[in-house]
């Protein structure tokens, strides 16, 4: 089965010297938001929505103005291959690009039924494949506003000069489709439609600029990968930013360790040091350093030798904090547990 390493990334360390405790922001895994059979790993992608010659309806302050051919298929393969990296960099599946007859593009896509069985039992037999991820439809629309204002800008000689600025706001609609089949089951394991919008500008000083602005210069990447980012977490396991708080301050050792800590994000050496306190006769310091072990134990993947750790904290002394985090523990166990069944891989 694939292994899977739960070592939460560390993004950066904020200090609260006043509490004397510290913020320490990380990622930490979360399990896809449907539920994908763990046996469907080897998957391939493909986009079935767009040839060279699909268009892009263009509006000018909701009146249509014009139809751009070629920049739908563009951000589809930008969404698919943004897809394609996600799951890679994750391990969830092992993804391959495949190529769809541009002559088998429908021609009302979001009315289309799925793929039949037969079919999709060829491609994967023809990929080595278990299961495909399809961009079956896709819909891209601009809507652009023209508006008037009195700027500033520097003649030759560097001195100001007022001039009229004319900017030309243009929002892109993006809305896909998607299906994710399953060989093993002759299955559509999942269906999925949503909408995405962003808002662009560029900037004109003539009317004529601001009258010449091509659709296609506008950097549309972005929505490409928020379609695929959000379908990445749809159906894969993927990393969520938060954070954790330790104790820095309780003797010289501590405020050492968090230092260091803040400069190598060794965890493991931390949780050593910190281990040396857990005797402490001083019960304030005994129970930061068993909390502190509980963080690091988590911050090292392993959320249930946490847990005990925080619970001989909680036996030294019962605070809010402590409780807080237990119920944040219990749930990262969990998680955990979900996250390893959607990877087929059952142990901890």
Known sequence: MRSFLFYCTALAVLFLQGCGTAYYYAEFIHPSKTYIPAKIYHVGLLDKATTAT?????????????????????????????????????????PLLITWPQDSVSNKPFSQPAM??????????????????????????????????????????????????FTSQSQVNYTVLWRFYDNLHSATADSFQETYQLSFTKVAYTQEEAANTDPKDMNLSDVANLAAHDYFQRISPYWKEDFRVYYQTGSPAFYRIGQNLDYDGNWEVAAIEWEKFTESAERSL???????????????????????????????????????????????????DVVNAQLGNLKN
């Open 286 to 336: 005994a129970y930061k350093a068993h909390y502190n072990l509980a963080v690091a134990s988590e911050m090292m993947g392993n959320p249930r030798q946490a847990k005990i750790s925080l619970e001989q904290a909680l036996e030294i002394k019962q605070t809010r904090q402590a409780k807080t985090y237990l119920e944040k523990l219990k749930k990262q166990i969990l998680i955990y």
């Open 54 to 94: 699909t268009k892009a309806a263009v509006f000018t302050s909701g009146i249509p103005y014009e139809s751009v051919s070629g920049l739908p298929q563009i951000v589809a393969h930008k969404t698919i291959s943004d897809l394609k990296e996600q799951l890679a960099e994750i391990g969830r599946y092992n």
């Open 116 to 165: 039949n069985p037969t079919i999709v039992d060829s491609l994967c037999q023809a990929y080595g494949i278990n299961g495909l991820i399809v961009l079956e439809a896709i819909e891209l629309t601009i809507n652009t506003r023209g508006s008037v204002e009195v700027g500033t800008v520097a003649d030759p000689a560097g001195m100001p000069v007022r001039v009229p600025e």
